[in-house]
């Protein structure tokens, strides 16, 4: 990940349909784009769910927004 300049900023853990998520935010650079992300992962039973979200850092607040608006609709079933 050293290529893409991977920046750990903090641990995460938030809940999806009633399930504890934890994952991580990171910052990157890609072909000199400045980036971020969130990426989490739920384990229901013998299940294991991810969740990423990718956005340009300069829009990293209004991005997270719209991607926690998505997780709070998630509906896990089996």
């Not at 995460?12 to 000199?32: F, H, M, P, S, T």
């Amino acid at each position: 990940m050293k290529q893409f300049s991977y920046v750990w900023l903090d641990d995460v853990k938030r809940e999806i349909d009633g399930q504890v998520a934890r994952g991580l935010d990171y910052n990157y650079i890609v072909q000199g784009i400045h980036m971020t992300g969130e990426s989490l992962v739920v384990k229901v039973e013998e299940n294991l769910f991810y969740f990423h979200f990718y956005g340009r850092q300069a829009r990293r607040e209004e991005s997270l927004a719209v991607f926690h608006e998505i997780l709070d609709g998630v509906v896990i079933t089996e």
